[in-house]
């Protein structure tokens, strides 16, 4: 049996990043449906389900991708709705819309390397968007004290309302980012800093970082200048900066990449996996 991964995306055209991904990990067809809706989702994997023997179902799989991560929770919902795994009629599935779940988990483990994460005080920038609202998710499981920055405050409430629901215990906390006051207070006694917002967008200025004395890790996910913390170069990897570690985008890439990789070759293993943020983090930690 042929391994086919089936490629569900949202957007107008289905990545093209993510089909080169899939062929590195062993897909051996790849099924790309672009413009995918949530109502047209049944259809799709009841085409997958029900053209092989529920023994063979392992080699056949569903990534959900696209820019827009809510519409992609959607299409996963629909996805796991439209299966029928009493009878053994499933196959497993992906989620990582935009590369959110495996930026951020390559972010969490880099951020693990230097830090004891259930002793950290963690502020993440641009916390309400997709990346930023897995990498708070996956920081909390860990243990971690995080602030939620946004500039707009009621949103990262929101975020953490929706994260604590997910999260028993989680510790969090919605912060406004809007000026540099904001940015110093919302830094103040935090180990950890993630700046996971827009690309192009200068979210933690120099000066406000370093005048917080207790910061020991500062992880950058943009790599389009300018940078979203200033002083950390894209390349970065564990480089010692004004006396704290520092990570750029590509230097959590490569991390990304192998985790990306890794979770597409795992959805052919077994047919009743769902990968989301927690699963897709597990197996980066089982990476060597």
Known sequence: ?????????????????????????????????CGVKPEQVEALVHGAIFTRHPNDLKDTAIFVGGSDAALGEEILAAALKAMLPKFGLRVSILLD????????????????????????????????GPVGQRVVRLLAREGAQVRVGSRHVGRAQAVCLKIESLVPNAQLEAVCTDSSVDLAGALHEQTLVVAAGAAGINLLPLDVRLACVKLKVAIDLNAVPPVGIEGVEPTDKAKEREDMIVYGALGVGGTKMKIHRAAVARLFESNDQTLDAEEVYGIGLALK
Request: net charge neutral.
């Open 1 to 33: 049996m042929k391994k086919i991964l089936i490629q569900l995306d949202g957007d107008a055209q289905a990545s093209v990043f993510d089909r080169v991904v899939a062929v590195d990990a062993g897909a051996e067809e790849i099924f790309s449906h």
């Open 97 to 128: 819309p935009n590369g959110a779940n495996t930026t951020a988990a390559a972010a969490v483990l880099a951020a693990r390397k230097h830090l004891d994460l259930k002793r950290t005080n963690a502020l993440v920038l641009g916390g309400t």
